[in-house]
């Protein structure tokens, strides 16, 4: 009779293989990425690889540094604030496109969190008539971007044209995202025992809600703002059903780039949006970690 192999061989075995798998996966998804951002800073790519290092002109030109024409133009500037210095006044700017397509994300988020939050609350904590439905409706706007788009548009015509329509936009397509991450954070929490224990030692609902249900569900909810950010910042669809006119949400900005540019400046393009979502990502992780807590002292 052969004898089996040893659990420890098995053990060692099966790790080797799961890691190997991981490696291979992770850096089947990073080789884009990589590559992208190094061919930002060659001067061509026409063959398999990048070539002509090491050159800034295609973030020069991408954020508007350099002069460009027509559909290859760049970034605007526009004032963030001003600083007075000594007898003169400092102008802080920052890319047009850019700082309005990071504020319409985080107004986006801002809405789903205020809603969305007490929404999957509710659904997880309670039982009562019309649950299902409250859930399902949750979750219905998620659809294509175009088919909200053109809903949106005969239902608020006058909306959909500000800036504050493509936020309401942006947070009903994104809602599903962060009910779904908060509801299911919520599902593994003993919302009644949290709650019971609360209220025994005098805090009322609300600050029950607010200083220990919400600080309790921090990851979920730090995992949902994230991802409502970053599909809400690149969301092309509905920007481009709704946007009528001014500064251009980013993701418009990136499909007109990636047009109607050269290789290397769509790759700069692409790059500066994803350093965006890195560093949002980051920052919404550290306000998890450490800026979330809001009980009082």
């Known amino acids: 009779m052969r004898p089996s192999p040893s659990p420890s061989l098995s053990r060692r075995l099966g790790r080797s293989v799961v890691a190997l798998t991981l490696f291979a996966t992770v850096a089947f998804l990073i080789a884009p990425i990589v590559l992208t951002v190094v061919a930002s800073f060659a001067a061509s790519w026409t063959g398999v690889l990048p070539s002509g290092f ?15 024409i027509g559909s290859q133009r760049s970034m605007g500037w526009s004032p963030l604030f001003r600083l007075p210095l000594g007898g003169e006044t400092l102008t802080v700017l920052v890319p047009a ?14 809405i789903n969190l205020v809603v969305g939050v007490p929404i999957a609350y509710a659904v997880a904590r309670y039982e009562f008539p019309g649950r299902e439905w409250v859930n399902a409706v949750s979750v219905l706007p998620l659809v294509p971007g175009v088919i909200l788009g053109v809903a949106f548009l005969r239902a608020y015509p006058d909306l959909s044209a500000t800036s504050f329509g493509l936020i309401v936009g942006y947070s009903l397509l994104k809602a599903p995202f962060m009910v779904m991450a908060v509801q299911s954070e919520f599902e593994s929490m003993p919302l009644r025992q949290l709650e019971e224990s609360a209220r025994s030692l005098g805090a009322s609902w609300p600050r029950t809600f607010l200083t220990v249900i919400v600080p309790n569900a921090r990851s979920g909810i730090v995992s949902g703002a994230i991802i409502c950010w970053a ?3 690149a969301e092309f669809n509905f920007s481009y059903i709704v946007w009528a006119n001014g500064t251009q949400p980013l993701a418009l900005f ?8 050269s290789f290397t400046k769509a790759a700069a393009a692409v790059s500066m949006f994803f350093f965006i979502i890195v560093a949002v990502t980051l920052l919404l992780q550290r306000v998890g970690r450490r800026g979330f807590d809001i009980r009082g002292s």
């Open 97 to 110: 496109e850019l700082a309005f397509s990071i504020g319409l994300a985080l107004g986006g988020v801002l």
């Open 54 to 68: 090491v050159t800034f002109e295609n973030w020069r030109a991408v954020l508007g540094l350099a002069d460009t």
């Open 231 to 233: 599909l809400a910042a």
């Open 254 to 261: 990136l499909q007109r780039h990636i047009s109607n540019s």
